[in-house]
């Protein structure tokens, strides 16, 4: 059974870094591109960032790019997304998604999300 | 404002069919066949329904079919059931930021 876990959400200042992980199971991790979609409270979707199998591809939506870094540890089975310089359009629940990187572009297994608020 | 529009809210009568429509433009649902819809329950996370326009994952109804014309991709919900009650995500790929963009979402009610 796929089972993705996020973890390491929290309440963090703005401005502020917080470091998100993902531990994957029941899956050949490293034959998969994995994604970060978050969603803010009471709203809708947004997908964050993607990386390939090995970790060679990474890609950033504009409203993040240059403050998170997506990363990935075959090896344990693990994504990560390093989140800095935190704003305060940035909280939301963040899921971890296998998929999304690349053709064709769609997440077939979502983990249940980890909760990032910003506040002063 | 999200670039794929979608209807805030459709409902419908358990047995019926209800059809969820996802409006982009050429540089993504009319361009491509990389469309995707998510059910998400409330408080739950979202699971993929249909993927590359008409494709049904394994372990899917097949109550839930997809299908595109021009730029709007639409999500049809044939007998409806209670269980079906959910927000519905469209997803396509835009050549504009060679990302994954989303819709804003649909919700569903079954009367």
């Known amino acids: 059974e796929v089972q993705l876990v996020e973890s390491g959400g929290g309440v963090v200042r703005p401005g502020g870094s917080l470091r998100l992980s993902c531990a994957a199971s029941?899956?050949?991790?490293?034959?998969?591109?994995m994604s970060w979609v978050r969603q803010a409270p009471g709203k809708g979707l947004e997908w964050v960032s993607g990386?390939?199998?090995?970790?060679?591809?990474?890609v950033y939506a504009d409203s993040v790019k240059g403050r998170f870094t997506i990363s990935r540890d075959n090896a344990k089975h693990s994504l990560y997304l390093q989140m800095n310089s935190l704003r305060a359009e940035d909280p939301a629940l963040y899921y971890c998604?296998?998929?999304?990187?690349?053709?064709?572009?769609?997440?077939?297994?979502w983990g249940q999300g980890t909760l990032v608020t910003v506040s002063s | 404002q999200s670039a794929l529009t979608q209807p805030a809210s459709v409902s419908g009568s358990p047995g019926q069919s209800i059809t969820i429509s996802c409006t982009g433009t050429?540089?993504?649902?009319?361009?491509?066949?990389?469309v995707s819809w998510y059910q998400q329950p409330p408080g739950k996370a979202p699971k993929l329904m249909i993927y590359?326009?008409?494709n049904r994952p394994s372990g899917v109804s097949n109550r839930f079919s997809g299908s595109k014309s021009g730029n709007t991709a639409s999500l049809t919900i044939s007998g409806l059931q209670a269980e079906d009650e959910a927000d519905y995500y469209c997803?396509?790929?835009?050549?504009?930021?060679?990302?994954?963009?989303f819709g804003g979402g649909t919700k569903l009610t079954v009367l």
């Open positions: 998604a296998r998929g999304g990187d690349t053709e064709p572009y769609y997440f077939d297994y």
């Open positions: 029941g899956f050949t991790f490293d034959d998969y591109g």
């Open positions: 990386i390939s199998w090995n970790g060679g591809s990474t």
């Open positions: 050429s540089s993504n649902v009319g361009g491509y066949y990389y």
């Open positions: 590359e326009v008409s």
């Open positions: 997803s396509s790929y835009t050549s504009s930021s060679s990302h994954v963009v």
